[in-house]
Nanobody, 123 residues
Framework: QVQLVESGGGLVQPGGSLRLSCVVSGISISSVSMGWYRQAPGKQRELVAFISISGITNYANSAKGRFTISRDNAKNTVYLQMNSLKPEDTALYYC?????????????????WGQGTQVTVSS
């Protein structure tokens, strides 16, 4: 059974930074692609960033230039470094594993989710 445990969220002022972590068990992240999603109140869950097995990364337009996804296969952990945070980044952030479709450049989530970590950007 795959388990994902997100952490690192919190309350931060606009312009601040946070580093989210996702510790994975039950599967080796070196054999799958990993993604970070977020869901704000009243909105659908959206893909923020993903990283393929080979290290290809892709970001939502809202995250480009500010967020960086990375992976530590030895620790079976995925990270999301978030800089220059804005109030509109406020959401519950989730990680998941999935498949990178190179032909389309898409990430298909597995459907396994952790409990999420709350990020609130406010002054």
């Amino acid at each position: 059974q795959v388990q994902l445990v997100e952490s690192g969220g919190g309350l931060v002022q606009p312009g601040g930074s946070l580093r989210l972590s996702c510790v994975v068990s039950g599967i080796s992240i070196s054999s799958v692609s990993m993604g970070w999603y977020r869901q704000a109140p009243g909105k659908q869950r959206e893909l923020v960033a993903f990283i393929s097995i080979s290290g290809i990364t892709n970001y939502a337009n809202s995250a480009k230039g500010r967020f960086t996804i990375s992976r530590d296969n030895a620790k079976n952990t995925v990270y999301l470094q978030m800089n220059s945070l804005k109030p509109e980044d406020t959401a519950l952030y989730y990680c998941t594993w999935g498949t990178y479709i190179s032909a389309s450049g898409d990430f298909h989530a597995s459907g396994s989710w952790g409990q999420g970590t709350q990020v609130t950007v406010s002054s």
